[in-house]
């Protein structure tokens, strides 16, 4: 579990590849989690563990607006982990209990469906969703312009599901692994295509003048403190730099 959140952690951290097979090891112990109590828990260690591996840097923050410090900011991070993440006890227990009357298949679909709806009806504090890490991915993240960020979360969770179908098959020969190979690689590459596509058509119309807009955002939470130890003048002089130094790069 902990190489699931691991390998989430450097997904959101620009590593978009690893957005298609994160949730393997996750899926792994779901799978052989027999009651609904075990499935329980397993759900809300998945939420302590990506809000560790993913939304540490909110639990310093915190700390420091509360003044309380980084180990109790980080502490009541994870208690509010299951409000954070509230998406993945549904996809758990959606997993479970329709995995055990329809099948691997209806658990599957059902799980993944349970994830972008709790999403989308529960709007989360950080409003963070899984296809937010496929942003590096170029062509990939053109699709949201057809289905939006929940449609990429829902292909991520379906591709995860199809190569754990796949794994499961690999003692039956190459045969049995066509079908959920081909579910896990035909919508990626049909988003590639269209986002190439997409891509295509901005080159041709570089020629048109356009207006680029760049945000930055320079993150620094500590301003009071910094007002503290160094004096108003350089404190406000040091967040001005940096701002100026960010939008020199943007």
Same mark, same amino acid.
């Given at each position: 579990?902990?190489?699931?959140?691991?390998?989430?952690?450097?997904?959101?951290? $620009?590593?978009? #590849?690893?957005?298609?097979? %994160? /949730? =393997?090891?996750?899926?792994?112990? !779901?799978?052989?989690?027999?009651? &609904?109590?075990?499935?329980?828990?397993?759900?809300?260690?998945?939420?302590?563990?990506?809000?560790?591996?993913?939304?540490?840097?909110?639990?310093?923050?915190?700390?420091?607006?509360? $003044?309380?410090? #980084?180990?109790?900011?980080? %502490? /009541? =991070?994870?208690?509010?982990?299951? !409000?954070?993440?509230?998406?993945? &006890?549904?996809w758990a227990l959606a997993r479970q209990l329709v995995g055990r009357q329809r099948g691997a298949l209806a658990g599957a679909l059902a799980g993944a469906a349970a994830w972008v709806g709790v999403e989308w009806a529960l709007l989360k504090p950080l409003g963070d969703t899984l296809a937010h890490g496929l942003y590096p991915a170029l062509r990939l993240r053109q699709g949201a312009d057809l289905v939006?960020?929940?449609?990429?979360?829902?292909?991520?969770?379906?591709?995860?599901e199809a190569l754990l179908a796949a794994l499961s098959r690999r003692a039956q020969g190459w045969r049995a692994l066509v079908a959920p190979l081909g579910a896990a690689l035909l919508p990626p590459l049909l988003f590639a295509a269209h986002g190439q596509a997409v891509l295509a058509r901005i080159d041709q119309t570089q020629a048109?003048?356009?207006?680029?807009?760049?945000?930055?955002?320079?993150?620094?939470?500590?301003?009071?403190?910094?007002?503290?130890?160094?004096?108003?003048?350089?404190?406000?002089?040091?967040?001005?730099?940096?701002?100026?130094?960010?939008?020199?790069?943007?």
């Amino acid at each position: 579990m902990m190489a699931g959140a691991l390998a989430l952690a450097a997904y959101a951290q $620009g590593a978009w #590849p690893l957005g298609f097979v %994160a /949730l =393997l090891p996750w899926l792994w112990l !779901l799978g052989r989690a027999t009651t &609904l109590p075990r499935t329980l828990l397993l759900g809300w260690a998945m939420t302590v563990l990506l809000a560790l591996a993913g939304c540490y840097w909110f639990g310093f923050a915190i700390g420091r607006f509360t $003044g309380l410090g #980084p180990a109790a900011g980080l %502490a /009541l =991070l994870v208690i509010a982990a299951p !409000l954070l993440q509230p998406q993945l &006890l549904a996809w758990a227990l959606a997993r479970q209990l329709v995995g055990r009357q329809r099948g691997a298949l209806a658990g599957a679909l059902a799980g993944a469906a349970a994830w972008v709806g709790v999403e989308w009806a529960l709007l989360k504090p950080l409003g963070d969703t899984l296809a937010h890490g496929l942003y590096p991915a170029l062509r990939l993240r053109q699709g949201a312009d057809l289905v939006g960020t929940a449609g990429l979360t829902l292909m991520l969770l379906l591709a995860n599901e199809a190569l754990l179908a796949a794994l499961s098959r690999r003692a039956q020969g190459w045969r049995a692994l066509v079908a959920p190979l081909g579910a896990a690689l035909l919508p990626p590459l049909l988003f590639a295509a269209h986002g190439q596509a997409v891509l295509a058509r901005i080159d041709q119309t570089q020629a048109v003048p356009t207006l680029r807009i760049g945000m930055v955002q320079a993150n620094i939470t500590d301003l009071e403190e910094r007002r503290r130890s160094q004096g108003s003048y350089e404190a406000v002089r040091g967040l001005l730099d940096l701002h100026f130094a960010m939008s020199h790069d943007a």
